[in-house]
């Protein structure tokens, strides 16, 4: 499997009572493959995945896969923070019909990058799926570094990495270590153009909830290396990955969302996007409407 373009990390819709909301969830799945997405992550950190009980995740994940119907890879997130938890919610999304496990460094514990090493060595041993490494400091206190990575990359199972970080050099080390079976993925909205112009191989996307067909033109452009173009589109859409900013992931992209008819509000211990920000919620969903409209013909044709 070799994973690329844009992938969309989805939000988790609710019902007004925060129960999951698959109705909303289903049209969700279908405005992404409209939209041109060419991947969808179930329960990762965008779909808060920390207050989703097992059966939601299930739930969550058969629908998209049935709702899918192999048009796009779909991504399970499975990291826990211990290797055995790990390895049997892997095997898990796996009977669910899952394309691929998600899986975040472990979240909490912070082991050596000795541990780190064992850790998704063991979860690619066990063979259930094949394996997207997800680094991400400043939710997990644990940074994967590339010398670890280096162990990892020839590891028939382990087919690409997701980079949280916005700085350069760390992309530069990730660029260093693919190959033709190893994907790098940005994992920062707002500098992954910059990210795909140096050679990364697709975004996985927060605002992609919202704007699926303009993400999907970013990643186009930036990954055929029209430079000039993707910087000018990059800059068009800041407005959306400022906003995305504003309050913790997925705050505010769900409060677009639920603007935009897709569920309602978000699980303690996050809170609704506050009052003072609520104009600027409104004044989005009505650019992600609007610029979503100027697109879709184009790439319905």
């Known amino acids: ?10 939000a988790t819709p609710f019902t007004v009572t925060g129960e999951l909301d698959l109705d909303a969830w289903r049209r969700l799945l279908h405005a992404q493959i409209e939209g041109g997405t060419q991947a969808v992550v179930v329960a990762g950190s965008t779909g808060e995945a920390a207050s989703l009980y ?22 399970a997130g499975t990291g826990q923070p211990g290797t055995a938890r790990t390895i049997e919610a892997t095997r898990r999304a796996a009977a669910l019909g899952a394309d691929a496990a998600l899986v975040v460094v ?42 670890t990575v280096a162990g990892l990359v020839a590891h028939p199972r382990i087919v690409g990495i997701k980079e949280a ?29 910059r990210g795909m112009l140096a050679g990364a191989d697709g975004l996985v996307s927060v605002v992609a909830n919202i704007i699926p067909a303009a993400i999907r033109r970013l990643c186009d452009l930036a990954r055929a290396g029209q430079g000039s173009e993707a910087e000018a589109w990059n800059a068009q859409l800041a407005p959306f990955f400022d906003f995305a900013t504003l309050e913790p992931n997925p705050i505010p992209v769900k409060a677009v969302l639920d603007r ?42």
């Open 54 to 75: 097992e059966s939601e995740h299930d739930a969550l994940l058969r629908t998209a896969v049935e709702c899918v119907a192999g048009r796009v890879p779909v991504l």
């Open 1 to 10: 499997m070799r994973l690329s373009g844009s992938i969309t990390a989805l």
């Open 260 to 301: 935009l008819g897709f569920g309602r509000g978000v699980r303690l211990p996050l809170t609704p996007l506050p009052d003072t920000h609520q104009a600027v919620a409104a004044r989005i969903a009505t650019a992600a409407e609007a610029i979503e409209h100027s697109l879709r013909d184009p790439l319905a044709a």
């Open 106 to 147: 472990p979240p909490y514990v912070r082991p050596t990058q000795a541990g780190l090493l064992a850790h998704f060595k063991a979860i690619a041993d066990d063979d259930a799926l094949p394996l997207v490494m997800y680094n991400v400091p400043q939710r997990t206190g644990c940074d994967l570094l590339p010398d």
């Open 165 to 193: 970080s916005a700085d350069p050099a760390r992309m530069q080390a990730w660029l260093a270590l693919r190959d033709s079976g190893f994907a790098v993925l940005c994992g920062d909205d707002a500098t992954a153009a």
